[in-house]
């Protein structure tokens, strides 16, 4: 018998080996609104969106001053922020643009839309929002027809004036 997991399984947090904490406090609460919850320490840092115990933890255990991973390697590619909506990816967005912040790529995915960049570590951080699940795109046989089109990012800023 082939072995499913639970339908309500989620994925809990992701831990980040980062070469600054302050400088990750700051991209990470400072910018994308994070909370700081509790220090281990002066190497590592938890924080998280209404009070969890923790969505991130940031540590530098095995990685203070050091340089990125090689972009051309095997690791982490991104990790996904989900807002509860559209509005609220948008206020994200403007918070970006209004910072300067670079953005490495933004698309319509059919059942979610998303906006990439990276921290100050170069980990790729995708913040997205799932359209209603009675929304996403299928394909005849009724499996879920993803794709990656261009995100209409003015129209999301307009959400958020």
């Known amino acids: 018998m082939t072995y499913t997991i639970p339908d309500n399984t989620r ?12 400088r990750s406090l700051a991209f990470y609460c400072d910018l994308l609104g994070f909370t700081l919850i ?50 609220d990816l948008s206020v994200a967005f ?9 953005i490495t790529g933004a698309s319509d995915h059919g059942v979610s839309e998303a906006i990439y960049l990276n921290d100050p570590d170069q980990n790729g951080v995708e913040l997205y929002w799932d359209r209603p699940r009675e929304e996403w795109p299928q394909k005849p046989d009724g499996s879920i027809e993803m794709y990656t089109h261009p995100l209409d990012l003015e129209a999301l800023l307009r959400l958020s004036a």
Do not use: C, M
């Open 94 to 102: 403007r918070r970006l643009v209004e910072a300067k912040y670079p």
């Open 38 to 87: 509790t220090t281990y320490g002066k190497d590592a840092a938890f924080i998280s969106a209404g009070g969890y115990h923790h969505h991130i933890g940031l540590n530098t255990w095995y990685s203070k001053n050091a340089p990125p991973a090689p972009a051309r390697s095997a690791g982490l590619f991104h990790t996904a922020i989900l807002y509860p909506t559209r509005q």
């Open 11 to 22: 994925i809990g947090h992701v831990h980040l080996k980062v070469a600054d904490l302050e």
